[in-house]
């Protein structure tokens, strides 16, 4: 289950970078795509936008691991900047606020589907 949320994280991620408005939750777009090169597919908005609210309702419950995670997923930051970036102190504590995130994400996830 967790590898389809990294997954759907990556599509949301994705999502956002392409998105028109360019702009999600508060941060800038950030293109990662070279110019002329092949467009990755993105997820359907519908599918982004349960993977915004879920990060948005993290944000609300825990602002740290939700800024792990976008920095993780949207700008593709490594653990090391990570740690540093948002002042978490060292490369492991941002993988376990990472790994927590992405479990949080999860939980929210499921519960959606379900109601």
């Known amino acids: 289950m967790l590898n389809d949320t990294q997954q759907r994280l990556t599509e949301w991620a994705r999502w956002v970078q392409t998105s028109d408005s ?3 939750m508060g941060y800038n777009r950030v293109s990662l ?3 002329g090169s092949v467009a990755m597919p993105v ?3 519908e599918q982004a936008l349960m993977v915004d609210r ?3 309702r993290l944000r609300q ?3 740290g691991m939700a800024e792990v995670l ?3 997923y949207s700008y593709g930051f490594s653990l090391t900047r990570i740690a540093r970036e948002a002042g978490v102190g060292s490369r ?3 993988r376990y606020l990472l790994g927590a995130a992405e479990s949080w994400i999860d939980c929210a996830l499921s519960f959606q589907k379900i109601t």
């Open 22 to 24: 360019g702009l999600r």
């Open 33 to 35: 795509v070279p110019a």
């Open 43 to 45: 997820c359907s908005d």
């Open 54 to 56: 879920a990060i948005a």
């Open 61 to 63: 419950r825990d602002q």
């Open 70 to 72: 976008v920095m993780a």
């Open 92 to 94: 492991e504590r941002a």
